[in-house]
Structure formats: C-alpha cells, structure tokens
C-alpha cells in the first residue's frame, strides 16, 4: 500500500509569490491535514479537510487556503508569500481523523522563501 | 488553552542505556488521547506509542513505554536498550478529537556509539 505522497519535496520561491503543494493519502483515508513545522516551534497545525469539507482550521491568516478533491487528494496555496512562510509543510492522513487514530505522514515539501 | 511542552530540545544517550524524554500538557479535558512521534532524517513522522487518558495502564511498544501521569499531566517516553536507529527528533502529541493534533516542540536524541 502506498504511504503518504507530497510533491514537490523541495521548493524555492521569492516573497510576493504564491505557491501550491500537494498531498495524496493513502488509499482509503479520508481525511488530510496540513501542518507547518518550523525550528523551535514544533508542528503547527493549519487545517483539516474530510470527504472535501474542512473540518477544523489552524490560527495562521487567510493568505493560507486549502481544499480537498473527490479523490481525497489534498492542495494548499500561500499567497503572498512572506520570509516567515519558510518551514517544512507536512501532510497527514487518517481514515476519519477520529481522536484515537494514528496519524500517517508525508516526508513533507520543504519551502524556502528568499 | 490545550498546549504541549517539551523542555528538553536535546538529548543524548550511550547505545545499548536507558533514556525518558519528558512532556508535559495543558487540558480541562478529561478523555483525549497522547501520542509520540518519531521524525528520522528523512523527515517522515512514525507513531512510536499511544495512550488513552482513561486507561491507568500505562502503553508499552516493545523497547518504548510511556510513564503517564494523568493528574500531573505527564507523559514521559521512556526507551530501552537504545540502538542508533533511535536517534531522532521526538514530538510529544494531544488529541482533543477536534479533528487536529497539538504538538510539542520535539526533543532531538542523539545516541552514541
């Protein structure tokens, strides 16, 4: 079965842009969160989206969106991007997100803003 | 506010000894699940071991188990015999079941040869 899947592992971009990354679960679960790791601070949690409804959103502002397809594939944008935005963006999906189930990660998109 | 804390951003250990990474949380919940989680350097995060708040047992997952202290909220991973595949960063987590994780800051172990 195959795992947690994030393109691209790596990205660079300049401030002002807008950039798009991408999650596909495994087969079967429904439910894909984001969360952006940064050193110092841990994982930060952005949001949760289940059978393309997001469920639950991270305190990060507006100029971070996300949506889920059909398939359970996950994108999210950053808009405008700042220095700050630099972190690791990691992908994790479930069957329901329910409070007892384990968590299956993306090796992550490592985003560079210069 | 439901938080996370690790105080210790790094430790070390001798192979083969025995070494407890600490975590402690912030909740007025009563049932909610704790997790740690194991990041390598290739950056994917493992599920080393689980725990629900209502069990006093505390889990075991062969060479790691957890010293969970509920009124305290403690939750401790204690890992035995360790080997050098242990080395990794280590993130202590909360799940309040609102369809997201709160997670600690992570303690990097270095284990020596």
């Known amino acids: 079965k195959a795992g947690v899947t994030q393109t691209p592992r790596y990205l660079i971009k300049t401030r002002g842009q807008q950039v798009t990354l991408s999650c596909s679960p495994i087969?079967?679960?429904?439910?894909v969160s984001w969360y952006q790791q940064t050193p110092g601070q841990g994982l930060q949690f952005l949001f949760e989206?289940?059978?393309?409804?997001?469920?639950n959103k991270g305190n990060f502002p507006g100029r971070f969106s996300g949506r889920q397809f059909s398939n359970s594939r996950s994108e999210m944008n950053v808009s405008t991007l700042e220095l700050g935005d630099s972190a690791l963006y990691l992908c994790?999906?479930?069957?329901?997100?329910?409070?007892?189930?384990?968590?299956?990660f993306g090796s992550g998109t490592q985003l560079s803003v210069l | 506010a439901q938080t996370v804390t690790q105080s210790q951003p790094e430790m070390s250990v001798q192979e083969a000894e025995t070494v407890t990474l600490s975590c402690t949380y912030d909740?007025?919940?009563?049932?909610?699940?704790l997790f740690w989680y194991k990041q390598p350097p290739s950056r994917q995060m493992i599920l080393v071991i689980r725990?629900?708040?209502?069990?006093?047992q505390n889990a075991t997952e062969n060479r790691f188990s957890v010293n969970f202290q509920k009124a305290a909220k403690s939750f401790s991973l204690k890992i035995s015999d360790s080997q050098l595949g242990d080395a990794a960063m280590y993130f202590c987590?909360?799940?309040?079941?609102?369809?997201?994780?709160?997670f600690g800051t992570g303690t990097r172990l270095k284990v020596l040869a």
């Open positions: 994790a999906s479930s069957r329901t997100a329910g409070r007892d189930e384990k968590l299956f």
């Open positions: 725990q629900e708040a209502y069990k006093q």
């Open positions: 987590a909360y799940s309040p079941g609102t369809y997201k994780y709160i």
């Open positions: 989206y289940f059978s393309e409804t997001q469920r």
């Open positions: 909740t007025s919940e009563s049932d909610y699940y």
């Open positions: 087969s079967g679960h429904r439910s």
